[in-house]
């Protein structure tokens, strides 16, 4: 297993998001997309001059991907909704069931939008993992209880989900065309000592990279589950993870500071802040929302 330290970070925005999440890499804007779900607010960091552009959201978004015309498609309280960043406007295009709010998710390989949502009940109410294909919405797996991040193998079969209440990724066998998660298992179950994986992103060799909320680990596991890199970021608060950059050399990391009094903050002072490193690997950017 290689270890590497967070000498490699860059700070691009030190700022002390609630609860950063969710980068998305635009290359036709050269941009990266997040969000700071607790406070509402969509940020644009603007890679050429490092601006970092905020805007207040009628709702709160916990995910993002972007449509074949260059808006954002989001998962938006408690459904999907289109985003249109120039006015912050909010469009909403339906509705789910089961859960408490949307959570993680990413447009799948064919196109599809892919969204889970989070419970906070403990009276065996489970929460699920939906697809938003074009404008219709069907759940595809139902089970985890916090379903925090998804990523797919760059050959489209394997699908990895991130459930960060029970600290395991699982990895379903996926069918790309129909859109169907099957024989969903443990892949990998973190120990509380690694903490809690939240983002995930795949990279071109079919790497896993996780980012372990609460202790600043960023792992590489190999494709047969292995732990092959281990990283520490700048902060134990990290998040969400995204490959960008014109080579898809780059991977950016949000992060939190919500629950952090100024105690706290003082001995973690870049929790919320957005950061880049290069991880030896290029990733993919995901397909576009297939909707209109």
């Known amino acids: 297993m290689g270890v590497r ?102 447009c799948d390989p064919a196109g599809r939008f892919v969204a889970g949502t989070l419970t906070w009940s403990r009276d065996g109410q489970r929460s699920t993992l939906y697809v938003l294909d074009g404008e219709r919405t069907r759940p595809i797996v139902d089970g985890p209880a916090a379903s925090s991040g998804l990523a797919w193998s760059p050959d489209g079969r394997r699908m990895y989900l991130v459930d960060t209440a029970l600290r395991t990724i699982w990895l379903y ?18 120990s509380e000592s690694e903490g809690r994986p939240e983002g995930i992103a795949v990279d071109a060799d079919g790497g896993v990279w996780v980012a372990m909320h609460w202790t600043g680990r960023i792992h590489r596991y190999g494709a047969g589950g292995d732990l092959e890199t281990v990283l520490w970021a700048p902060t134990r608060r990290i998040t969400g993870l995204a490959f960008g950059g014109p080579r898809l050399d780059e991977m950016y990391v949000t992060s939190a500071c919500f629950g952090y009094d100024e105690r706290a903050l003082a001995g973690d002072p870049y929790a919320g802040a957005l950061f880049r490193f290069r991880p030896g690997t290029s990733g993919r950017v995901p397909a576009p929302w297939n909707g209109l």
């Not at 552009?53 to 260059?70: F, H, I, Y």
């Not at 066998?173 to 973190?190: F, L, P, T």
């Open 173 to 190: 066998d996926y069918d790309v065309e129909h859109a169907q998660a099957r024989a969903g298992r443990r892949w990998v179950v973190c």
């Open 5 to 106: 330290v967070s000498e490699n970070f860059e700070l691009l925005v030190d700022r002390q998001a609630l609860h950063g999440d969710g980068p998305l890499w635009m290359p036709t804007l050269n941009c990266v997309y997040w969000v700071d779900i607790l406070r509402r607010e969509l940020h644009t960091y603007h890679r050429d001059s490092g601006a970092d552009e905020v805007q207040v959201l009628p709702g709160v978004v916990t995910a993002l991907a972007a449509t074949r015309s260059g808006q954002l498609i989001a998962a938006a309280d408690r459904g999907f909704a289109r985003l249109y960043p120039g006015r912050a406007a909010l469009d909403p295009v339906t509705e789910v069931h089961n859960g408490d709010r949307m959570n993680g998710g990413t």
